[in-house]
T-cell receptor, first 111, second 112 residues
Framework: SQQGEEDPQALSIQEGENATMNCSYKTSINNLQWYRQNSGRGLVHLIL?????REKHSGRLRVTLDTSKKSSSLLITASRAADTASYFCATDPRGYQKVTFGIGTKLQVIP | DTGVSQNPRHKITKRGQNVTFRCDPISEHNRLYWYRQTLGQGPEFLTY????????KSRLLSDRFSAERPKGSFSTLEIQRTEQGDSAMYLC??????????FGSGTQLSVL
């Protein structure tokens, strides 16, 4: 079963624009992670935000976490064609021993 | 750090046959996960090991699926009496405590 749900499921933007993806989840978490997957490839970790953190930055990535709303957002600034990929949020639920993924947002950046 | 290694990369089998996949995690990682992914979907959790102990197993996993992690090192995932619905990418990931997951390239299973 999927714990998180990403929104939108698909996003198409022009190169240079910002891309925002949202993730909602259901249970209390230890942390929330964002991953990227290029077509036909494995998943690559982008950023991890802990339940006691509200915002985190890594290069062109900005992640926010609102535990009261059980939601997170991933912002990619100044997008590039190479950012074209699927992006997944993953939650590490408190009290459980598993990391579960959402269905993903498919991002297309048009050159 | 040689990364997470999965073998084979591709497996084609006939319905009813048994298949086994292997995952070699990053050596110092105590957590190991198996996921299944179909086209257009996110990875679906199958099972989780902490060292050699299997601590979580998805209710979606039928008794045709079994996983082991002897001595807390490599892991194997076996599917018995394969069905066409088992066709998917099988992903292995490892991590150290509650940290980021490192994924292998996966094993693509096709059941004919």
């Amino acid at each position: 079963s999927q714990q998180g749900e990403e929104d939108p499921q698909a996003l198409s933007i022009q190169e240079g624009e910002n891309a925002t993806m949202n993730c909602s989840y259901k249970t209390s978490i230890n942390n929330l992670q964002w991953y990227r997957q290029n077509s036909g490839r494995g998943l690559v970790h982008l950023i991890l935000i802990r339940s006691n953190e509200r915002e985190k930055h890594s290069g062109r990535l900005r992640v926010t976490l609102d535990t009261s709303k059980k939601s997170s957002s991933l912002l990619i600034t100044a997008s590039r064609a190479a950012d074209t990929a699927s992006y997944f949020c993953a939650t590490d639920p408190r009290g459980y021993q598993k990391v579960t993924f959402g269905i993903g947002t498919k991002l297309q950046v048009i050159p | 750090d040689t990364g997470v290694s999965q073998n084979p990369r591709h497996k084609i089998t006939k319905r009813g046959q048994n298949v086994t996949f292997r995952c070699d995690p990053i050596s110092e990682h105590n957590r190991l996960y198996w996921y299944r992914q179909t086209l257009g979907q996110g990875p679906e959790f199958l099972t989780y090991f902490q060292n050699e102990a299997q601590l979580e197993k998805s209710r979606l996993l039928s008794d045709r699926f079994s996983a082991e992690r002897p001595k807390g090192s490599f892991s194997t995932l076996e599917i018995q009496r394969t069905e066409q619905g088992d066709s998917a990418m099988y992903l292995c990931a490892s991590s150290l405590r509650e940290e980021k997951l490192f994924f292998g390239s996966g094993t693509q299973l096709s059941v004919l």
